[in-house]
Nanobody
Framework: QVQLVESGGGLVQAGGSLRLSCAFS????????MGWFRQGPEKERESVAA????????YYADSVKGRVTISRDYAKNAVYLQMNNLKPEDTAVYYC?????????????????WGQGTQVTVSS
């Protein structure tokens, strides 16, 4: 069973930065593609970024492209989301997800495991 634990959320002013972390445990990290999703108030869950098993391929939603970087550390079994120039519309609960043997995907249904989420609030 895969366990995912997010951290790094918080309150930040518009224009600021945050780095989210997701700790992966329970299975072989390198066999999972990883993704970050978010769900804002009264909104559906949407993809933010994803990274392949090898780390060689990435995906970014248009709304965050150029402001966000996804990365993974195989020694630490962790995936990160560096977010810069944050905007109030980035306010959401951010979730980490894992997809065994998958490629880069923006579809929530492709991911088998999910973390509990970490709150990001961006004030104007």
């Amino acid at each position: 069973q895969v366990q995912l634990v997010e951290s790094g959320g918080g309150l930040v002013q518009a224009g600021g930065s945050l780095r989210l972390s997701c700790a992966f445990s329970g299975r072989t990290f390198s066999r999972y593609a990883m993704g970050w999703f978010r769900q804002g108030p009264e909104k559906e869950r949407e993809s933010v970024a994803a990274i392949s098993m090898s780390g060689g391929n990435t995906y970014y939603a248009d709304s965050v492209k150029g402001r966000v970087t996804i990365s993974r550390d195989y020694a630490k079994n962790a995936v990160y989301l560096q977010m810069n120039n944050l905007k109030p519309e980035d306010t959401a609960v951010y979730y980490c997800a894992a997809d065994r043997g998958g490629s880069v995907s923006s579809r929530p249904g492709d991911y088998e495991y999910w973390g509990q989420g970490t709150q990001v609030t961006v004030s104007s």
